[in-house]
């Protein structure tokens, strides 16, 4: 009976043996040494990046832990709270930075505890702070971006190139070119029968070319010969140059110029008809004032010739009464401006008068203004002829297109007769 008590815990001692032996060997082989004394620290990290159970934590390389367990953080925000143990030997400052990165070139992810300067130190249950490093493909990634937005620049510019390139060789570019190539090659012609044409000419007219030369040479050895001479004259012409810059002539070409542009504001003067020269030229009532004067005074002499007894007595006796005589044919200048008919050119007419401005009128001036019938009709020109206003009326449809001729007789409009 005692040997089969001491059989049976014999049994059950090498059965928990086993056991405790097959659960350090699990965790061993998890990596977790359960005889040896570690720190535990948590992460909180919003994504993890293929970061597993048992992935190493580093210190500048060397393993100090591994990570225990990956969890959903109670809050249910989607962040995860990332468990590691570590070597109590290993002290960590605080504020250092639990980073997860890449351990290998397969994409291993681990994480690598970064220290900072304090001199205090995390104890175990303590939170650490996060980080994640990107990928290598990440990196990769970054590293070649701008190198793929020049490659898709250039694969443009060099589609852009090629249209450019089609544009240009298409069918009729390649015509021109072909005829550019053949009137290149015609001007080459023409410059090679042009060679030939001037070597031919040098050819046949060297001995006049040879003359020439000749000539050339002689004159540059009679200006050598009299190059005194020269320098006298050019002395010459150089002090008459420094007598007229002297001389008041600038004051006399100023004053020219003054005169010529009084001369001319005069000018100006007499064609606007301003003062009295102006008034005698561009005013034709002096021409008719004259040719009544002229009228009267006829007809004063023939009346002093008629009947001189009027004027002068040349007895003291009165012999009778004096007769006077008077010729029927002759007019009174009442009679005779009554009867003359005055040509005019109508250029306006109005409702309403209009003043009488050459701005008004396009610049045409001794514009007169006659009212007919309720209606202001405006007119330039005055001629007793028919044929001196035609003429007149061309040069002012130039202005006035719609202008024409009327006639006037005793102040009324009357047909006009050619």
Known sequence: ??????S???????VFAAIAIFIWGVNYLKGIDIFKQ????YIVYN?????????????????IGQ????????????????????DKKYKIPKNSVARIFSSDLLGTRSIEIIFSDSTTFHVSGDTLRSDIEQSLAEQVSLQMLPLKNKAEDLLEEIEIAMKIIQRVFNEETQKDLANSFKDIKKTVENLRSTSYMIDTLVTTEREKLSKILSNVESISKNIEANNENLSLALKNIALISDSLAKSELKATISNTNKAIKDVEEIMYKVNTGEGSLGLLVNNDTLYYNLEDAAYNLNKLVE????????????SLFDLGKTVYEVDENL????ELNAERVIYRIQIRSSNTPIPLHPDNFKGLKNVEEFLVADTYIYTVGKKNELDKIIKDL???????????????KAGEQIDVKN
């Open 1 to 6: 009976m005692s040997f089969k008590k001491s």
């Open 8 to 14: 049976l815990a014999k049994i059950g001692f090498l």
């Open 38 to 41: 570690e720190n535990e620290y």
């Open 47 to 63: 994504k993890v990046d293929g970061l597993v159970s048992s992935s190493p934590v580093l210190i500048n390389g060397l393993r």
């Open 67 to 86: 990570v225990r367990s990956i969890n959903f953080h109670e809050d249910m925000s989607g962040r995860l709270i990332v468990e590691i143990a570590s």
């Open 303 to 314: 009346d002093l010739r008629i009947n001189p007894k009027r004027y002068i007595h040349f």
């Open 331 to 334: 007019k009174t200048k009442t």
């Open 394 to 408: 061309n040069d002012v449809k130039v202005k006035y297109p719609d202008a024409f001729i009327v006639a006037l």
